[in-house]
């Protein structure tokens, strides 16, 4: 069956991860998506290695695994958007393209002839994505914006790593950004809704539309609950490790071997949980009977229970309280994660085939749906790989007129 997506053609003048995040999941659907890359660099991720599974060499930048994570489905056109002949190229290709993705500074393109309002003038159908650290508007939005940067300034920071150290405590570690450039995985996934928004509402109207994400934005819309609990009581959430601020019991805690994540939802997961732990105290205590309770009395509730689970290896544990059906799991580390049952029956893992650098393995899209895969089986490209095909298929170029282009030194070509 077809690709829900396989009529859409996308253009995709992004960099690093969140503008690529979303271009990929739209090459997973079915787009077809032309990657615009520096000539003889490219992508900046493609020099973010080791580890590569291509290296680089003097005339090509190499698949740094980085670069694979993002890029999956799409086709390279190694072309130089500063010159003249280039923006040409580029205007021409964004005519027959229905997404145009792009994360440079703002009013950056304009210089080009590539902004909103130019290529508006050439497909009025066209939808335009803009990615920035902060948004088209605002004191902030002349500033570059970073992953690291915006987990700060966004509350996700203050929000995340172990407590603040108590009167008569050593300092403990203080703020620490997601192990992952999860601000930037947010904006693609935001970015991807609303490209998918408005081309439903192009369907309806045959009108195109302006995307304006911002990396700031979405990391604050990211805080959910924590930023909620701010709006709704004026307090200010903290630091609290492993805990959550409103479910008790539901943290890391050490085993005899390792340690363990239990995630007690409500108060019947509490009470199986105490039943096979062996402290039926601790359920029938009246200052633990409900999360509430539980809650305003955790200092008390938690060296209970860090005790007893201590006392136990973890796969004991895990066992024990899967067969009552209490939430709680390891802590796996990635290499653990990709040898994990579950992972392994969903398919996570996927080999492409590369022309150059042979089978890549890469992470699978999550999405499954009825009507077909959702990974793109074309590798991520080596940089400029496609950039004759492109030229040929969609601009109609001959062989000759390409040839020029790369005298020129307009286009890169392997």
């Not at 803009?130 to 902030?140: A, E, H, K, V």
């Not at 929000?159 to 108590?166: C, F, H, K, L, S």
Request: include cysteine; charge should be negative.
């Amino acid at each position: 069956m077809a690709h829900p997506l396989s009529h859409i053609r996308v253009l995709d003048l992004s960099r690093v991860l969140a503008g690529p995040w979303a271009g990929q999941y739209l090459a997973d659907f079915g787009a077809e998506v032309i990657k615009i890359e520096r000539p003889g660099t490219g992508d900046d991720t493609r020099g973010w290695g080791p580890p590569f599974a291509l290296e680089p060499t003097a005339d090509d930048p190499g698949l740094s695994a980085y670069f694979l994570c993002t890029n999956r489905g799409k086709r390279s056109v190694a072309l130089d958007l500063a010159s003249a002949e280039g923006q040409a190229l580029v205007r021409r290709l964004a005519e027959k393209c229905d997404v145009v993705i792009e994360n440079y500074k703002v009013g950056g393109l304009a210089k080009y002839g590539l902004d909103y309002q130019s290529l508006k003038a050439v497909n009025p159908g066209v939808v335009y994505c803009s990615i920035t650290g902060f948004g088209q508007t605002g004191p902030y939005a002349e500033r570059a914006g970073y992953d690291f940067l915006v987990q700060g300034m966004g509350g996700l920071m203050s929000v995340t790593g172990e407590p603040d150290a108590a009167a008569g405590e050593a300092p403990k570690g203080g703020p620490v950004k997601v192990g992952v450039a999860i601000a930037d995985q947010v904006t693609g996934l935001n970015a991807l809704a609303a490209i998918l928004a408005a081309l439903v509402r192009r369907e309806r109207t045959g009108e195109g539309d302006y995307i304006d994400v911002a990396l700031l934005d979405c990391t604050v819309s990211a805080l959910v609950n924590q930023g909620s609990t701010h709006l709704v009581d004026g307090s200010v959430p903290v630091r609290m490790g492993n805990a959550h601020p409103t479910v008790v019991p539901y943290q890391a805690f050490a085993t005899a071997d390792g340690h363990i994540i239990l995630a007690v939802g409500n108060d019947g997961q509490f009470q199986r949980f105490c039943r096979v732990a062996g402290r039926t105290d601790l359920a029938e205590d009246a200052r633990y009977r409900t999360n509430a309770l539980r809650i305003v009395n955790r200092q008390t509730l938690i060296p209970e229970m860090e005790q007893t689970i201590a006392a136990r290896a973890s796969a004991d544990w895990i066992a024990a309280l899967e067969a009552a059906s209490v939430p709680c799991g390891p802590i796996n580390t990635i290499d653990q994660v990709f040898a994990d049952p579950q992972v392994r029956h969903r398919g996570m893992r996927r080999v492409l085939a590369h022309p150059t650098a042979g089978p890549l393995a890469v992470t699978a899209n999550p999405i499954h749906m009825a009507s077909g895969d959702t990974t793109a089986a074309k590798a991520p490209p080596r940089l400029g790989e496609d950039t004759r095909s492109v030229l040929a298929d969609v601009l109609g170029l001959a062989a000759e007129e390409i040839d020029g282009l790369v005298t020129r030194q307009v286009v890169e070509t392997r």
